[in-house]
């Protein structure tokens, strides 16, 4: 077992001896001394196996000149360090005998230069559908959308054809809704753009929406074989391992030295029949050909054996670095087994003592490792590497929700014949297309602030933006209006508030229930039209996503079914508790103080999918029926999934809504999104949160 972090208590540690044969070895009792640990004064050729770009060459030596002409040199000190080569084929012998094992359906030992267009174009779609739905996402929870989304979309012409809707039912309960959208948008652009074929070069790729760095290497590498890398969290914690680079990971030096990193090591896919030729290894004895290791696409199977080892071997916690086939070339566990080994008396000579580095030849990419004194430098471990992130904090913001359900006579009960009133989302952002209730978000001085008259006040005008009723609806002095096809308020509510987090924010939605009595459903207004912007009472913009033009009524009890996301369901439950008199269910409280109108009652906070499947899960957990189900649910979702997140910037946009002159005038504005391609780490694939 690898050595912990903070393990004072931990017996023994059982690390095999330093590897000597390390091209590092000699540089590891200077670097690893524990009075200098934390400031880790090593030299910048501290990186060395990695034959980055970002060591200065030199004239050739003689072993360099043994190298082939388009293989980078390395820093004089370390010609003769691990070969980029030696790396691969490790990696790759090792996939071979793991891939089958999780049993991914998209995954496929084929030589992509045997297919004809047509066959390289679907088998780019299929890759691509399956690292969107990878990205933050367990591959064991992938694998049956993956399925059901090409049997409902078996080729990139029929996604295209298909509306949002369709597209969120087949991809509802995966969260991150965005992904959804971001592959409808790009198999448009394929259509229109490219002839209903993929690219198959990365910088071709990364012309379709959707598609960033990440994808388009993994793309262009597992579907097409081409050269090209790619890097997610899984990529960054190996590679960061097996060089010992402690850099910031938001630093772009960091960034840029990884991708250069996972450029360099892709390796070349063969000449097509080149007979395999052995070669001498370093040990001597015969090396096996990289053409017989990998399968009949290199690329793609050293991507895919990168992530499958960052996702199965090299794991954020208690790595299994003695099952690891890259253990004889990783700096990280050399240091970890040299930590373990490290002469304690005087004059033992285990290792060569080191030369000091000139200052000029320092490494600038690392950060000082996080220990506070040699004691706990001493429990060094592989687990250090890539350096902790600062975690963001998330912004808290409040909504306001108002379920509106009509019923067409006061004395009404039950769900049959209820109407219920539902908004789509706007077409991008977060949650984009989805359905949701009448909501308001509140302006963020107000979020900690808020009374439930001034959220009423909010939601009423909101309301009669969406529907076509008078703003005295809401007056309770005109309830006993004698007209009766005047729709009227007869009942109003405050429901439990419901928390949700997301990746980025912390939503507090303090939701409401307004039942209307009419003959019929209030009709809904059309979409508004700009009209000149006024001010309201307050002075004070709101945040809605909740528009004229995309409400509709559905039947309560078609709620559920509807596309919604997982707070929605939520808030849907609170209703169903309310209407049905049912207990609330004790979790976990927000931090901060109660607001008016949730109080004395417990906010409902639960870090769920955005989606409808924790809804149904909870639902079982209240009955009595079958609460190890449920338990056993709750394992299987063990994914912790936030909703949508992608790498925005806000661009609010203000759409002013036209009301008639009796109705306060709301200025609206509309937080769009943009998603930005830049080179950057992706989110993790097949990989829990980390956090
Ligand atoms: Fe990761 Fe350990 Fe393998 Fe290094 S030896 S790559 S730290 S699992």
Redesign the pocket.
């Known amino acids: 077992m690898?050595p912990k972090k903070k393990a004072a208590a931990a017996p023994a540690r059982a690390l095999p001896p330093p590897n000597t044969a390390h091209p590092c070895a000699s540089l590891l009792p200077a670097v690893l001394a524990p009075a200098s640990l934390a400031d880790r004064p090593h030299p910048a050729a501290y990186h060395c196996f990695l034959q980055s770009p970002f060591y200065p060459t030199e004239a050739p030596t003689s072993s360099a000149k043994k190298r082939k002409r388009d293989e980078p040199a390395l820093p004089p000190p370390l010609d003769s360090a691990v070969e980029a080569e030696v790396v691969q084929r490790a990696l790759l012998a090792w996939f071979d005998g793991v891939k089958e094992k999780r049993g991914m359906p998209w995954r496929k030992e084929v030589d992509p230069r045997t297919l004809s267009e047509e066959e390289r174009g679907q088998r780019g779609y299929e890759v691509w559908v399956s690292e969107i739905m990878l990205q933050q996402t367990r591959v064991e929870t992938v694998i049956p959308y993956w399925r059901k989304w090409m049997d409902k979309f078996p080729t990139v012409a029929a996604l295209a054809k298909a509306d949002i809707e369709e597209v969120n039912a087949v991809w509802q309960g995966l969260g991150y809704y965005s992904r959804a959208k971001r592959l409808l948008d790009g198999a448009k652009t394929v259509m229109r753009e490219h002839s209903g074929l993929l690219p198959s070069t990365a910088t071709g790729l990364l012309s379709i929406d959707g598609i960033g760095p990440y994808s388009a290497g993994a793309i262009s590498s597992i579907a097409f074989g081409e050269r090209s890398a790619m890097v997610d969290g899984n990529v960054v914690?190996?590679l960061s391992?097996?060089a010992a680079l402690h850099g910031q990971q938001t630093a772009k030096s960091t960034t840029a030295f990884i991708w250069a990193l996972a450029d360099v090591l892709v390796p070349p896919q063969p000449a097509r029949k080149k007979k395999a030729k052995a070669a001498d290894g370093a040990d001597g004895g015969k090396k096996q050909p990289l053409e017989d290791v990998g399968g009949p696409n290199k690329p793609g199977a050293w991507n895919q054996a990168l992530m499958e080892?960052g996702a199965t071997?090299?794991t954020p916690k208690n790595?299994?670095?003695p099952?690891?086939?890259?253990?004889n070339q990783?700096l990280?566990?050399a240091e970890a087994r040299y930590v373990a080994h490290a002469p304690r008396a005087k004059g033992d000579t285990a290792l060569t003592a080191p030369s000091a580095p000139d200052i000029e030849d320092l490494c600038t990419l690392c950060s000082p490792l996080p220990y506070e004194d040699a004691a706990e430098a001493r429990q060094h471990s592989?687990e250090v590497?890539p350096m902790a992130k600062e975690k963001a904090k998330k912004r808290e913001e409040d909504t306001a929700v108002c379920v509106v359900e009509w019923v067409p006579s006061e004395d009404f009960v039950g769900e049959e014949g209820r109407m219920v009133l539902l908004v789509k989302r706007p077409e991008k952002g977060l949650l984009a297309g989805l359905y949701e209730f009448p909501a308001v978000d509140l302006p963020p001085e107000e979020a900690s602030s808020s009374t439930s008259s001034s959220r009423t006040k909010h939601l009423n005008s909101l309301l009669t933006t969406l529907l076509d009723i008078p703003s005295s609806t809401f007056r309770s002095s005109d309830q006993t209006s004698s007209s009766t096809s005047t729709p009227r308020v007869i009942s109003r509510q405050a429901l439990p508030e419901v928390v949700h987090v997301y990746s980025h924010i912390t939503r507090t939605y303090l939701s409401e229930r307004l039942v209307l009595v009419s003959p019929s459903p209030p009709t809904l207004r059309p979409a508004a039209s700009p009209s000149p912007s006024k001010k309201d009472d307050s002075g004070k913009a709101q945040l809605v996503q909740s528009l004229a033009g995309r409400a509709k009524w559905v039947h309560a009890e078609d709620v559920p079914t509807n596309n919604i996301g997982g707070a929605v369901g939520k808030i849907w439950e609170e209703r169903e508790r309310v209407e049905k008199r049912l207990p609330e269910v004790a979790r976990k409280a927000k931090k901060g103080p109660a607001k008016e109108g949730g109080k004395g009652k417990k906010p409902l906070v639960e870090k769920g999918q955005g989606s409808l499947m924790g809804f149904f899960a909870k639902k079982e957990s209240v009955g009595s029926a079958a609460p190890e189900k449920a338990k056993k649910d709750a394992a299987a979702r063990k994914m912790e999934e936030v909703d949508d997140e992608v790498i925005v910037i806000d661009e609010p946009k203000t759409v002013e809504l036209s009301t008639e002159a009796s109705v306060v005038v709301t200025e609206v504005k509309v937080q769009e999104r943009s998603v930005y391609k830049k080179r950057r780490i992706a989110p993790s694939s097949d990989e829990e949160d980390e956090g």
Do not use: G, I, K
Not at 323 to 327: A, E, F, M, T
């Open positions: 690898p914690r190996v391992r097996l080892l071997v090299c790595p299994d670095c099952s690891c086939p890259l253990q990783c990280s566990y592989v590497y």
